[in-house]
């Protein structure tokens, strides 16, 4: 009788790879890197501000829906991963769906994305490590350094394998439900200060449509992440059952936590005509101090930077495996160096390495805060890209015939009404993140520079398409 790993090794063996990574965590680990990876604390501190000031309180419900249109992205995803169980899916579910080439150009766009995203987290990371340290915010050359330093410090976590790196990201995990789901509870069952009625409230001029669709746009930040579990299938145990409960798992936990305390902070402002006005720069500091006193603030601040590193460290993580497996395949410059696994902890590291020098250079736009606005929108929007491409091919995939899923996760009669779905609000979604909008630049952003996240994707598009072309030709 075949053991858990030996069942997990049998399945990639099918797939085409034999196990090289070190199969050494379980549903709850997985399920911390997505969770991490997604991350309550980051992606809603991150957006709040903005998403308050477009439509005012109201702002929660395009949340919610936000929310709603993700989860049916990731019952697709979870029924990819359980029976393609492999290190940086969307490439290989692709490939396997629609073409090498589809799955190249896929597979490429989701690398770059997933670095620009990494390299921003860290970016935002280091004014809160600053805080917590000197209690001053970085500018400039010091904020790159400090998100470069938090860069190496997680690869130095993740060089030493895939459990001790998942042990600090479940650290990560007991700060996350501390700093969202303790603080959210805190404020609204002791310090609510506005009645529940206010949610379905503006407090500003009336929102148009567009401002409305913009708001939407910056809600998809908060509930991109997810896939990281996918992309550790090859060190988890019981991969195709255990990996989809961590996508979905993920997913809901952290939409409700998102929602939780964004409606937490809210109501326990004092002032949330000034939130909305753009008055408070920090409006979730501002609510947990106010309320629970000055003496919370250093506390706060190491919730907050223990969220980002483990959010830092998954990334980093799933961002190599994302390379490793692109390069395992020899869709990359450099691919035999780069599908190369340790001896010792059998983690991908010098596909890491390039991950984290790649994001490092990124960091220097940070130098100019025009600049690295247009790196955030390019990464989120890559995101969604890589989203609607994986849909899209699997809903192809359904329609004609090529693939009825049949890994331990499958929703019979059920997939093709979802993936529908799911390809109708990625569509709209993705169009909607992707649209040039001033609003989401820098104040007195030139044209060229509001439309330069469209114009960084177009280019990466082209160069995937041509590498997949030249590959295509090569193997003729």
Request: charged content about 10%; hydrophobic content about 55%; glycine content about 10%.
């Amino acid at each position: 009788m075949k053991t858990s790993t030996q069942g997990d090794a049998s399945q990639l063996a099918d797939l085409g790879f034999k196990q090289e990574l070190k199969r050494d965590i379980g549903l709850f680990s997985v399920f911390s890197i997505g969770v991490a990876t997604v991350a309550p604390v980051v992606g809603l501190y991150a957006i709040f501000s903005l998403g308050i000031q477009l439509t005012g309180p109201a702002w929660i419900w395009l949340l919610v829906l936000s929310l709603a249109g993700q989860l049916t992205v990731a019952f697709v995803y979870s029924e990819l991963a359980s029976e393609f169980p492999v290190a940086g899916g969307p490439y290989h579910w692709t490939s396997r769906l629609a073409g090498k080439g589809y799955g190249l150009v896929t597979g490429i766009i989701y690398a770059l994305a997933v670095t620009a995203a990494l390299a921003t987290v860290a970016y935002l990371a280091a004014p809160w490590v600053s805080l917590l340290l000197t209690g001053t915010e970085p500018k400039g050359i010091a904020r790159a350094a400090i998100a470069m330093g938090l860069l190496l410090a997680a690869l130095i976590v993740n060089a030493r394998g895939i459990r001790l790196a998942s042990f600090l990201v479940n650290i990560g995990i007991a700060a996350e439900v501390l700093g969202s789901l303790g603080i959210g509870l805190v404020l609204i069952l002791f310090f609510q200060n506005q009645p529940v009625s206010l949610l379905v409230e503006n407090l500003s001029t009336a929102p148009t449509l567009a401002t409305y669709l913009t708001a939407l746009a910056v809600c998809g930040w908060a509930f991109v992440g997810f896939d990281a579990s996918a992309s550790v299938a090859e060190e988890t145990a019981g991969a195709g059952s255990n990996i989809p409960r961590a996508i979905m798992g993920a997913t809901a936990t952290v939409g409700a936590l998102v929602v939780l305390v964004a409606a937490a902070i809210t109501l326990a402002s004092s002032n949330v005509q000034a939130l909305v006005a753009g008055e408070i720069a920090d409006p979730v500091t501002a609510a947990v101090t106010e309320n629970l006193g000055a003496w919370s603030e250093r506390p706060f601040y190491a919730i907050v930077v223990t969220t980002f590193m483990a959010c830092i460290v998954s990334m980093q993580a799933y961002t190599g495996r994302i390379v490793f497996g692109l390069a395992r395949d020899g869709a990359l410059p450099g691919s035999k160096k780069l599908a190369g696994v340790s001896t010792g902890s059998k983690v991908p590291l010098a596909a890491m390495a390039l991950v984290t020098v790649v994001a490092g250079l990124a960091l220097l736009l940070g130098l100019n805060d025009q600049a690295i606005g247009t790196m955030i929108s390019f990464g989120t929007m890559g995101l969604y890209a890589t989203f609607f491409l994986v849909v899209a091919a699997a809903l192809y995939a359904r329609a004609s015939g090529r693939w009825n899923p049949a890994g331990a996760f499958r929703s019979g009669a059920l997939g093709m009404p979802i993936n529908t779905i799911a390809f109708l609000w990625l569509a709209f979604e993705t169009a909607n993140i992707a649209w040039p909008r001033p609003e989401l630049a820098p104040p007195g952003a030139s044209s060229l520079l509001v439309a330069a996240p469209l114009i960084i994707f177009a280019l990466v598009t082209a160069f995937a398409i041509i590498l997949a072309t030249l590959r295509h030709k090569e193997q003729k």
